[in-house]
């Protein structure tokens, strides 16, 4: 394979929202640049990006995919990425190494709440530049103008078209191009060829309006240019260009293309421009990163000549391969045989070998340089998120910036003694994959699993089935309900016991009284006198709060209340520190029963981001879940409801809304307070803790 310069590696991730074309236009991008003689389709399962058996079944993209092709003597790193909410992990990861986003809109849905995730990503997480492509602009229902109108209501005044089409719908086929005020009529035999002319008619007057616009965009965005721009009222073609390729790299222009990948329409000219004006790897002057274990910064250059820094953004196990671990160079070279640092984890590791990627395909090379994109088998303890570098000049690179969990599953063996087995498999999955997370949970003492929805956490349990051999079935977690007191009252409780050697004795007179919400248990003591001697005050408070710990009415933590011990007895001889624990305990259980106990559950604040259509469904559902809608507000045209619904009623939370819009909606939870639980589902929860009590659980 050809040997490319820093200089000329462009890296870019294609995502956006699902089904916009992100997968069909890869391949349209590779069948172009000669790396493929057959354009496969989504329908036939046949693309290069989407090989996984299950995305050839689900007919979606479910992992990223790294591809490369030539265009115009550059080389380019693509990352196809899946839209689908739940695998946004994966579009984060990658963004992480790109030089700048391509952001795949549809022609006729326009800007998505997938859209926004993936330019919030872009702008908040990562600073790199974005461009937009409005795809299947073929169908009969797509409108270019309401779609960019959209995209500049969205993203600002620099989005600006450098090409759009000339007809809607099936007899699409000839693109006007901004930049160079051209027509370009494309063959409608899928091959990406085209013709180019002059405009015509109405399009003269149109396009030398944008073309002036454009310039105008262009000049602003750098004040020596600008001045060049007032003083002859004109750009030169050099300077244009230049300016081009600048304003991309700083955001100051977020140029739009039209294209109908599946057709093969407009892609070519859109991969010309990317050739010629996008942000390539050697246009980040600097590459920065932290010495090892501090927050010193430590700066490299993006040259092939300087130390070696490289960042692992993905790890995939395949079958008959191993460890495929993805990685992006940063500067230095990496070569096959190299012993790197794993300034993550402190350990050193070997390179064997390492490929180009197309899809499934790996093309042998013995040498990645600063800005290239590949991937290298059986490291030996390197996961995603860490940096390989020289040993002689340790860097360590920002990490990943994960979307936050949004469903929680609680996971039981199917057979027993398969524990070692799951552990082992369910801590490899989330060095994989970390938008996949477990813990045991000692409170509920479950295993909780949690992910970005119903179908990433199936995903997870088919690959522990597969590569561990260990089936597990899912259930709602359990709720950490609390157990607290509404009234006050005071008890005495005389612990006595005689069997035959030393006697127990110990009595304890208790009060207790309701505190506020989160204020916690405060135990005091306001003993006087000498009836009960002061070593013993820790003896009951230790009694008091086992009894807190374990619970009452339904098993749960017992909060918010104050407990004052201020008398009691002793005897000389028979008393010790565990009579007094249970005295204590004892005492507390019958204060707590008579001070009109409740249970509390947790409530939690539900954020919802969904289209205006299915407004009156997403309510409906919330106050089914006996959630209370706090607000709403409009924000273009989503709507974004916040609600507070109990813990209890959100497990599913994620199916629900993905399945009531279509994948259109996004939220957010995170916990509010504890509130009362309504009697009768307080009845349900104490009939299912003494269940399971008698069943011995
Ligand atoms: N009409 C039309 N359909 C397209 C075009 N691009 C993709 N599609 C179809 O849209 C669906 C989703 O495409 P895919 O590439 O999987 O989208 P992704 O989820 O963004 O990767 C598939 O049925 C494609 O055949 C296009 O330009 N025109
Ligand atoms: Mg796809």
């Not at 936050?404 to 490899?428: F, Q, V």
């Amino acid at each position: 394979m050809k040997e490319y310069k820093t200089g000329n590696i462009i890296n870019f991730t294609l995502c956006g929202h699902a089904t916009t074309g992100k997968t069909t236009l890869s391949e349209a991008i590779l069948f172009n640049a000669g790396e493929i003689n057959r354009f496969g389709n989504i329908e036939d399962g046949n693309t290069v990006s989407d090989f996984h058996e299950d995305e050839i079944e689900h007919q979606h993209s479910i992992t990223s995919s790294l591809l490369n092709c030539e265009w115009l003597d550059k080389k380019f790193n693509i990352i196809d990425t899946p839209g689908y909410l739940e695998f946004h992990g994966e579009a984060k990861a990658a963004l992480r190494v790109s030089d700048f986003a391509a952001i795949v809109v549809s022609g006729t849905s326009g800007v998505e709440v997938g859209t926004e995730l993936v330019w919030d990503y872009t702008k908040s997480d990562y600073q790199i530049p974005g461009l937009i492509i409005i795809n299947q602009m073929d169908r009969d229902t797509a409108d270019f103008d309401a779609v960019l109108a959209q995209a500049k209501d969205r993203f600002g005044n620099k989005v600006f078209p450098v090409t759009i089409p000339m007809q809607h719908g099936e007899t699409l086929h000839q693109i006007a191009d901004v930049l160079r005020k051209e027509i370009y009529t494309y063959d409608t035999n899928g091959s990406g060829n085209y013709q180019e002319s002059k405009p015509s008619g109405e399009w003269v007057q149109k396009l030398e309006k944008l073309h002036e616009q454009f310039i105008e965009l262009i000049a602003e965005s750098d004040d020596t240019l600008l001045e060049k721009f007032f003083e002859k009222g004109e750009l030169t073609e050099e300077e244009l260009r230049g300016g081009l390729h600048h304003a991309f790299l700083t955001g100051e222009l977020i140029p739009v293309f039209c294209v109908a990948a599946k057709r093969n329409i407009g892609v070519k000219r859109m991969m010309d421009i990317i050739a010629r004006y996008a942000p390539c790897a050697s246009d980040f002057k600097v590459v920065t990163g932290t010495k090892p274990g501090t927050d010193d910064k430590i700066t490299l250059k993006p040259s092939q000549n300087e130390s070696t820094a490289a960042f692992v953004f993905k790890t995939v196990s395949e079958p008959h391969i191993g460890e495929l671990s993805f990685f992006r160079v940063y500067s230095g070279q990496v070569k096959a045989g190299d012993d790197l640092e794993n300034t993550s984890r402190n350990s050193t590791e070997k390179m064997r070998q390492i490929f180009f990627m197309n899809g499934k395909t790996r093309k042998d090379c013995s040498t990645l340089i600063a800005g290239d994109i590949g991937a290298a088998v059986k490291l030996k303890n390197t996961h995603t998120g860490d940096t390989l570098s020289a040993a002689s000049k340790p860097i360590e690179l920002a990490g990943i910036k994960y979307p936050n969990p949004n469903m929680r599953m609680a996971i039981i063996p199917k057979a027993k003694g398969d524990e070692e087995k799951i552990s082992e498999g369910l801590s490899t999955i989330h060095e994989e994959d970390p938008t996949f997370q477990y813990v045991v949970d000692p409170e509920l003492k479950q295993t909780i699993i949690s992910g970005q929805g119903e179908l990433h956490l199936k995903m997870v349990m088919k690959r522990l089935k597969h590569r561990y051999h260990v089936e597990l079935d899912t259930i709602p977690p359990k709720i950490p309900y609390r157990e607290t007191i509404m009234g006050r009252s005071e008890a005495k409780y005389r612990h006595k016991k005689q069997s035959g050697g030393a006697g127990q004795f110990a009595e304890v007179w208790m009060r207790i009284e309701p505190r506020q919400r989160g204020e916690g248990i405060e135990f005091t003591n306001s003993l006087v006198g000498q009836n009960v001697d002061r070593v013993y005050v820790t003896s009951v408070e230790k009694g008091v709060k086992a009894v807190c710990n374990e619970g009452i009415l339904a098993g749960c933590h017992v909060v918010d209340l104050k407990i004052d011990f201020y008398d009691g007895k002793m005897h000389p001889v028979d008393s010790n520190d565990i009579s007094f624990q249970i005295a204590g305990k004892h005492a507390f259980i019958d204060c707590f029963l008579q001070s009109k106990p409740k249970l509390l559950e947790p409530i939690y604040t539900l954020v919802a981001k969904i289209p205006d259509t299915v407004m009156g469904d997403v309510m409906g559902d919330i106050s089914q879940r006996r959630g209370r809608v706090q607000g709403m507000e409009t924000d273009g045209q989503f709507q974004v409801i916040t609600a507070e619904v109990p813990l209890v009623n959100l497990h599913d939370y994620s199916t629900s809304l993905r399945s009531i819009t279509q994948g259109r909606g996004i939220f957010s939870i995170e916990f509010a307070r504890y509130e009362d639980l309504p009697a009768s589902e307080a009845e349900r929860v104490i009939a299912e803790y003494k269940a399971s009590r008698e069943q011995g659980n």
